[in-house]
């Protein structure tokens, strides 16, 4: 069982910058896949990043890639996402969410557990 925490939303103008993290409880934090998607109202549940338990495998969408950074620490059950450049699309609920042993899946559904989610609003 994982319970998953993220935090480190809120509003910034575009252009700038946000550090979403995601701290899990347990002590098999290693053992998950971690991801990172996001929901704008009215949308489908878009995948954002993945990281693999190493950290060797990551993954990105494409309208994030060189803007967006995903890491983790596994000594301190925490994954992080980076965002720069902050765009009006890029507004949405953010999910972190752990996939055991994944494979780093773009799909929702390998993910076994999810934070509560928080919120990131760019404004033009």
């Known amino acids: 069982q994982v319970q998953l925490v993220e935090s480190g939303g809120g509003l910034v103008q575009a252009g700038g910058s946000l550090r979403l993290s995601c701290a899990a409880s347990g002590r098999t934090f290693s053992m998950y896949t971690m991801g990172w998607f996001r929901q704008a109202p009215g949308k489908e549940r878009e995948f954002v990043a993945a990281i693999s338990w190493s950290g060797g495998r990551i993954y990105y969408v494409d309208s994030v890639k060189g803007r967006f950074t995903i890491s983790r620490d596994n000594a301190k059950n925490t994954a992080y996402l980076q965002m720069n450049s902050l765009k009006p699309e890029d507004t949405a609920v953010y999910y972190c969410?752990?996939?055991?042993w994944g494979g780093g899946s773009r799909a929702p559904t390998e993910y076994e557990y999810w934070g509560q989610g928080t919120q990131v609003t760019v404004s033009s």
């Open positions: 969410a752990a996939d055991f």
